[in-house]
């Protein structure tokens, strides 16, 4: 990866941590984690690291010098197929998919029902989403393509979230004056 690809992928994570920073109460928020053994892009935890976990996976998008917007399309769809097993996985109550793009074309986007049926946890609780990160513009911008659905909590959960809290210094958390 190119240092210019590194620095946007960077601009992706600040987008993506802008926008569970502002749809939750009061997340801590780690870049590049390691959750559970799995490279997590942004983990957010919220309720001041004791309520839900946001698992975030970024999937750069490139056009590879093509032009055609069905191109990325496919190119996205491809993409998401290859996360799905992983995220499926993932010891968290909320799961997503984050697509960057460098070039328009993918504001087309909108996955096949196929995809969205695999998406979905085997018993029906819980569904990964998927998100657009435009850097095709001067500011990134977070796009909701797939709203993500609470999959089952557990005990298991629980524990590692006050654990990983516990041993780590988040990126972004919100702090009282005093």
């Known amino acids: 990866m190119t240092e210019v690809q590194e620095q946007q992928l960077g601009r992706a994570m600040n987008a993506v941590q ?3 920073v502002h749809k939750l109460l009061f997340p801590k928020v780690y870049l590049d984690a390691d959750w559970n053994g799995n490279k997590v892009d942004v983990l957010a935890i919220d309720r001041a690291g004791a309520g839900d ?3 975030v996976r970024l999937v750069p998008v490139e056009a590879n010098g093509e032009p055609d917007w069905q191109f990325l399309v ?3 769809a491809s993409l998401i197929n290859d996360q799905i097993e992983l995220l499926c996985s993932l010891l968290s109550q909320y799961r997503y998919v984050v697509l960057v793009s460098f070039s328009p074309g993918m504001e087309r986007f909108y996955p096949a029902a196929e995809l969205i049926r695999r998406m979905l946890a ?3 609780v819980g569904r990964i989403g998927i998100l657009h990160v435009d850097l095709a513009e001067d500011d990134p911008s977070v796009r909701v393509i797939l709203k993500a659905e609470r ?3 557990s005990k298991e959960i629980v524990e590692l979230a006050d654990r990983f809290v516990a041993e780590h210094t988040a990126n972004w958390e919100y702090r009282e004056e005093l």
């Open 151 to 153: 999959f089952r909590s």
């Open 74 to 76: 496919t190119r996205a």
């Open 18 to 20: 802008e926008f569970l």
């Open 122 to 124: 085997k018993d029906g």
């Open 53 to 55: 976990v946001h698992a």
